[in-house]
């Protein structure tokens, strides 16, 4: 049976001289591992360019066997104009993109995880977008959608978020494991979706982006560590 869907590439690798095997994203098939032949070549260079990853493409293949699939057809439905050219824009996207493939190495169809990472993606890509903390309101967004969001307990006196207990306690200690009440507020105001007028500095900043990585490595198996962390915490300070 042939199915057409969107897609998101999320990895490639070189199989021989002339084909790549890719993993995508599919909204109706969950991820998916697909054989390009001849990629390579100079009929190729079309298709290869086409798998970038993190590319919104659609796709149509034969779902009938196991394992690796062969595409049948492959489109570029949605290009981006800025990320390719910006700096920032770029940085971000390369650590959604590692985020992305170690959470959904092997994830089952779920439409509204594929619609909510298709429209941070394109949300990146628009010149209105407010690049200082869209990072931050993706990953706490990101855990709601995937089943791990905080609870929302913030108050006077639970005031200090504890990563291990996934909840705000009244108690702090100078630990890996809790956040300040400077980056608790900020956490608490990001889960609210509410818009700042001015931004915290940018170490109450970068703190809470290191405590949302713990997080999600404590409260998700499929993360261990992102590497892109480092350079996103200098570019955006």
Request: aromatic share 14%; charged share 25%.
């Amino acid at each position: 049976m042939d199915i057409k869907t969107k897609a998101i590439v999320l990895n490639k690798t070189k199989y021989s001289e002339t084909s790549v095997v890719v993993k995508m994203f599919t909204r109706e098939a969950g991820v998916q591992g697909f054989m390009v032949k001849g990629a390579f070549g100079k009929r190729g260079k079309g298709v290869l360019a086409l798998l970038e990853n993190l590319s919104l493409v659609e796709v149509t293949f034969d779902d009938h066997r196991d394992g690796l699939k062969y595409l049948r057809e492959i489109s570029l439905y949605q290009p981006y104009s800025l990320i390719p050219f910006d700096m920032v824009r770029r940085t971000i996207f390369i650590f959604y993109n590692e985020l992305i493939y170690k959470l959904l190495m092997d994830y089952q169809p779920d439409e509204a995880v594929y619609d909510f990472i298709e429209q941070s993606l394109i949300a990146l890509d628009d010149e209105k977008t407010q690049l200082t903390d869209v990072h931050l309101r993706f990953l706490v967004d990101l855990s709601k959608i995937l089943g791990f969001f905080p609870k929302d307990n913030f108050s006077e006196q639970n005031c200090h978020f504890s990563i291990e207990e996934a909840c705000f306690v009244n108690e702090y200690f100078e630990y890996p494991d809790y956040l300040t009440k400077e980056a608790s507020t900020y956490l608490f105001d990001l889960m609210n979706g509410r818009r700042m007028e001015e931004f915290p500095p940018k170490q109450i900043r970068n703190e809470l982006l290191y405590g949302l990585l713990r997080y999600y490595i404590k409260h998700n198996e499929q993360i261990y560590h992102i590497d892109s962390v480092p350079i996103l915490a200098e570019i955006l300070s």
